[in-house]
């Protein structure tokens, strides 16, 4: 819902923001790369893996110049690509990455056009600097693979604010990405508080502190003197990164600072130098010499009288942090008016102290640490800061004794850069692991296509989006009936024993049926009578109730009653089976005809109407992905909050490569509870011979190769399954589930096992009740048996399912 309506306003604002592109000059240099259409690759062709680096403007490009340096040490084979939004991000990177990156625009943050941006680059890591968060651009990068890591990550007092208003939004924006490096302790509890994964947050520092110091190997443009018209006689004031209201309270500290010391001569370097021209019209109404640094040449001054009070203005790009140097006093614009500060550190690593202004939010820690070590001096207003200046002035020692500990601060606070590209390397190193596995795996047929290619067009079709607009009532809708219900406006019905409920949130195998089958067995085991309630989805027959089982016979098959019900039936011939939708009115059906202690509710979750005692939801630790998105764009049939109706959460596939986090965290989120689930796995318990029932060792099929098909909801834990058996799978037919065979579809797969020359042909057992009658004499299929095994929380889930004295007197389901 939330990125629904993010792109909705963002469709509405398409206009405007055309609008600006087209009428501001300095966008339209880049306007179709901002729409998506990147120019090709450069000479050493598109075929080398990318490294992708974001860096908004001048100062996060500043501070990924080292980082994407190092990475160009560490990955010679790739190809590094720096991405900005502004042109002074774009000048900088030509200009300090020449030769090692290569830049483009940043793409707009519309669906297609990311897509279209991610699939041209196809990146293998996306380094986004000091959070940039474009919600459609992680998440498309999020499900192409891409793993992205926020380096250098801030958040302001502003910033926090604003994502704080839109927290479900963000906590959503930021499951995208892999890992949060922050700069402080303070961003690292921001970005927690906004809902990042804390295992996934980081206080590596800040990589300011590991830049160098501007020479011509650099790619800085470095400034001597001479070229600004200082003489060596003169001394230097440099005001960096000023800003309106700024300007005017420091050329008032200049004036009155130069009446005491007539040698001063003041630098002002506006954060915008498109400004160049309105503070020259200033300082020349104030009656000082006003000389711009573009006009002053490269190596002459421009004829003035010297010693005359004048102040130089920085109008060109990429020349402050090495004018720092030739500073006797440095201040750092931003920071008298309420915009946050900016580089405190450019000055102070050339050993000067640092004076600033009260507002230095975007740069807390940094100025704590100038103050705290005695390299920095912060003031109030433009009055204080004159007399400040004048202040340590008069003090040559003590000034020098500022500047070396504002010097200190840096050395002392170095590594960053080090922690961050570690971090880096480990997601390096697992998604290299992660492609070898990949490479290895053979896809699988799906209907005569391949099921791994099929999945992969329709996440990047354009038909997702408008899966996504219909996702939107559908959640309206079912929200509505889950309160209705919880309000009472809804009946809610309840049958005169014991009702345990076994579903789950998805459409397709979350494992039920083998549950259902475990539960059932042990309630058999203690002497209850129990019926199974089923809906018998897709079942052939129409009438309202069916009798699968009386708990003595199979009354009906698998197309009549419905694949699983039937399979429960046969796996739990003491239960009673039976189908129907409305499950209060079978579950009445039933009991005039059975005495029932417990009724176990298959895929029962969602049938609100019905009462249960335990209400117990199943998650495929195997499929984190299918919590991603409600139908019809993903797979959840409820929103994931509704997960807190559960009595437990059993966690299925529990023995999965990628853990239980990726499942779990989501929940957690949503609904706010943290309550241990129980673990589940499924393991083979045999193979059957569909045709004589005969069961076949394990030790007869280990080692073998097959042929092997399956139509359940999730085909690739039934490989995994053979796999552990020892069975080599040669070629596999995966059919929809509940797939109703056909003799041409019996056909297809004696072809494929005589192509494929495989030893065995091997299906599901809940496959196999449904070929028997499309079967000859020649025949032998194996159907896995399946079995399930609690890994943790057994007793819990006894207690929960076996919860009322049985007949005997035993103390069960209480």
């Not at 693979?145 to 250098?152: A, K, M, R």
């Not at 072809?751 to 028997?772: F, G, P």
Request: hydrophobic content about 45%.
């Amino acid at each position: 819902m939330w990125y629904f309506l993010y792109n909705v306003l963002l469709l509405l604002a398409a206009p405007f923001i055309l609008l600006v592109l087209l009428t501001k000059k300095r966008c339209r240099r880049g306007l179709l790369q901002r729409l998506g259409f990147l120019p090709e690759g450069n000479d050493q062709g598109d075929s080398r893996k990318v490294l992708w680096v974001h860096a908004v403007s001048l100062g996060e490009v500043v501070a990924a110049v080292p980082l994407v340096r190092a990475l160009h040490v560490r990955y010679p084979a790739y190809r590094l690509v720096v991405s900005t939004v502004t042109e002074t991000g774009r000048e900088a990177v030509e200009r300090q990455l020449a030769g090692v990156a290569d830049h483009c625009y940043a793409p707009l943050d519309f669906p297609w056009v990311v897509t279209r941006v991610v699939q041209r680059l196809s990146p293998t890591l996306f380094l986004f600097v000091e959070t940039e968060l474009w919600p459609n651009l992680l998440r498309v990068l999020s499900r192409h693979g891409v793993p992205s890591i926020l380096v250098n990550g801030r958040l302001s007092s502003s910033s926090f604010r604003g994502y704080r208003l839109v927290k479900p939004f963000f906590r959503q924006v930021l499951e995208t990405v892999a890992l949060c490096l922050m700069q402080s302790d303070r961003d690292a509890e921001r970005i927690i508080a906004l809902g990042a994964d804390s295992g996934r947050v980081l206080r590596t520092g800040n990589i300011k502190f590991d830049q160098p110091l501007p020479d011509k190997t650099s790619g800085a443009t470095t400034l001597s003197r001479r070229t600004i018209a200082v003489d060596e006689q003169e001394e230097l004031i440099v005001a960096g990164s000023t800003h309106p209201g700024e300007e005017e309270q420091l050329l008032d500290s200049y004036q009155r600072l130069q009446r005491e010391i007539p040698s001063l001569v003041l630098l002002l370097a506006p954060r915008h130098i498109e400004r160049a021209g309105e503070v020259e019209s200033m300082v020349k109404a104030r009656g000082l010499l006003a000389l711009r640094r573009s006009s002053l040449g490269q190596s002459e001054g421009a004829s003035f009288q010297r010693g005359l009070p004048r102040v130089v203005i920085l109008d060109t790009r990429g020349e402050l942090a090495g004018a720092y140097r030739h500073a006797v006093l440095s201040f750092v614009g931003g920071t008298l008016i309420p915009v946050g500060g900016h580089n405190l550190l450019e000055p102070a690593r050339w050993g000067k102290p640092v004076f600033f202004g009260p507002h230095t939010d975007h740069c807390a820690e940094v100025a704590e640490l100038l103050l705290r070590a005695g390299g920095g001096i912060q003031v109030r207003d433009g009055q204080e800061l004159a007399a400040e200046m004048a202040r340590w002035l008069r003090d040559r020692s003590g000034l020098r004794r500022k500047g070396e500990a504002a010097r200190q601060v840096v050395l002392d606070n170095q590594g960053a850069l080090e922690r961050s590209l570690q971090l880096i390397n480990a997601v390096m190193a697992r998604k290299d692991e992660r492609r070898m596995t990949d490479s290895k795996s053979r896809p699988r047929s799906f209907g005569g296509r391949s099921f791994r290619s099929s999945f992969s067009i329709h996440h990047s079709s354009f038909l997702r989006w408008p899966l996504l607009v219909l996702a939107f009532p559908y959640g309206l809708v079912v929200r509505a009936r889950a309160a209705l219900y919880e309000l009472g406006w809804l009946p809610k019905r309840s049958l005169p024993c014991r009702v345990v409920s076994v579903g789950n949130l998805t459409v397709g195998g979350t494992g039920k049926t083998p549950v259902v089958i475990l539960i059932v067995e042990w309630l058999l085991a203690r002497g209850l009578r129990v019926a199974v309630l089923s809906r018998g989805y897709r079942r052939q027959s129409r009438t309202p109730f069916m009798l699968v089982s009386d708990g003595r016979a199979i009354l009906a098959g698998p197309a009549e009653a419905g694949d699983e019900p039937y399979l429960i039936a046969r796996r739990c011939p003491g239960a009673v089976v039976a189908v129907g939708a409305d499950r209060y009115e079978l579950g009445q059906w039933v009991l005039e005809r059975f005495p029932i202690d417990c009724f176990l509710l298959d895929d029962g979750f969602q049938h609100l109407a019905l009462h249960r005692d335990v209400d117990l939801l199943l998650v495929d630790a195997s499929v984190p992905a299918s919590l991603q998105a409600l139908l019809p764009a993903g797979r959840l049939r409820e929103p994931l909050s509704t997960a807190a109706r559960a009595t437990a959460i059993l966690v299925t596939r529990a023995d999965t490569a990628a853990g239980l986090n990726p499942v779990l965290e989501p929940i957690r989120k949503a609904t706010g509870l943290d309550s241990r689930p129980i673990l589940v796995r499924f393991k083979a318990e045999g193979f059957v011979d569909v045709l004589t029932g005969g069961v076949e060792e394990h030790e007869r099929v280990s080692g073998r190769t097959a042929f092997a098909f399956s139509g359940i909801g999730n085909p690739a834990s039934f490989q995994t399954l053979l796999a552990d058996q020892g069975i080599k799978v040669l070629d596999e037919l995966v059919f929809p589930d509940h797939h109703a065979y056909t003799g041409a579809d019996l056909s297809q797969v004696r072809q494929r096992t005589e192509e494929c020359r495989a030893e065995l042909v091997v299906t599901t057992e809940k496959d196999a009740w449904k070929i028997v009658s499309l079967l000859n004499q020649n025949d032998r299929i194996l159907a896995l048996r399946l079995g399930t095994e609690i890994l943790e929380g057994r007793e819990r889930l006894e207690r929960l399912v076996l919860g009322v004295a049985d007949r005997n007197g035993v103390g069960v389901c209480a």
